[in-house]
């Protein structure tokens, strides 16, 4: 069984739980699967409500979060590329030459989070 599929089974879980279900047996989550058109996996199932029986989701949802926390995430970006050395001679076309290229990189930083952020 592929993750994808065992995240349906969790999903379908946690909808039941926001929903006031705070034991939800096998047939209410295959319930939820089956109204979007996904066949339930009974050993998934079963595994499932093995592991949350008798556990607070808001209490796992607590504990994943502080540990999601933890975890590094995004990145540090791209390092600036480095410029060649001028030649030993005439450098003033080079400095003219390297000031149009930092504004063009500011203008591309600028964009790229296209007009919305991450969780809107």
């Known amino acids: ?3 994808d599929s065992k995240m349906k089974h969790l999903a379908a879980y946690l909808l ?3 929903g006031g279900n705070t034991e939800p047996s096998a047939e209410d989550i ?3 699967l089956e109204s979007v058109g996904i066949d339930a996996d009974e050993e998934r199932l079963e595994k499932l409500i093995g592991e949350l ?3 607070d989701l808001q209490e796992l ?8 926390a933890s975890v590094p995430s995004g990145g540090g970006g791209g390092g600036g590329t480095a410029s060649a050395p001028a030649a030993v001679g005439d450098s ?3 400095a003219e030459e390297e000031k149009p290229a930092e504004k063009e990189e500011e203008k591309e930083e600028s964009d790229e989070d296209m007009g919305f952020g991450l969780f809107d």
């Not at 949802?61 to 999601?68: N, P, Q, R, T, V």
Request: no cysteine.
């Open 1 to 3: 069984m592929d993750l």
């Open 16 to 18: 039941l739980g926001l």
């Open 30 to 32: 295959k319930s939820v």
């Open 53 to 55: 029986k008798g556990k």
């Open 61 to 68: 949802i607590a504990e994943g979060a502080s540990k999601l």
């Open 92 to 94: 003033g076309p080079v």
